[in-house]
């Protein structure tokens, strides 16, 4: 292996210090979860207490959303509600092959973008300049103005 080649590691063969930092940052947290195993009932505890906590914070939030960002809530809440669904079926417990996430990032997208898309269409509007209209302005004088 030459110089470099191991992940977070610097041209000089010394950890770079971003890597060096996320790593121990890693061992911290790996510390605390060995520390905490034993007390699976504070941990749950301390999962609901937090739960609890960001939902209130959604429920406080919501008074300031406008009606466009609660379609997108309820978009998310139907997606969640899918996604444990299908948690409950065997047929839906794919492999992870990379075509597979291919094809899952086009759905996605195209699920995502279909109103924005809808409406570029609606409007003729072409996000590239290839076939587009161009303006003519003023013809210029080559007068500048006196200062």
């Known amino acids: 292996m030459s110089e470099g080649d191991s992940v977070g590691e610097s041209i000089h063969g010394k950890p770079s210090v971003v890597a060096a930092f996320f790593t121990r940052i890693g ?3 790996q510390s605390w979860l060995d520390k905490s195993t034993p007390f699976y009932a504070v941990r ?3 999962t609901l207490l937090l739960t609890a906590v960001y939902m209130i914070r959604v429920y406080i939030l919501q008074t ?5 960002v609660n379609d997108c809530g309820h978009s998310a809440t139907k997606g969640i509600v899918i996604a444990m669904i299908c ?8 492999p992870v092959f990379w075509p597979i996430l291919v094809m899952y990032f086009i759905m996605l997208f195209c699920i995502t973008m279909k109103r924005q898309i809808k409406h570029m269409v609606k409007y003729r509007y072409l996000p590239f300049t290839h076939g587009k209209r ?3 302005g003023k013809e210029e004088t080559g007068k500048t103005f006196a200062s």
């Open 44 to 46: 749950w505890a301390a």
């Open 64 to 68: 300031y959303m406008t009606h466009e």
């Open 27 to 29: 061992q911290i947290y």
């Open 134 to 136: 161009t303006y003519k």
């Open 87 to 94: 948690t409950f079926f065997d047929a839906f417990n794919v």
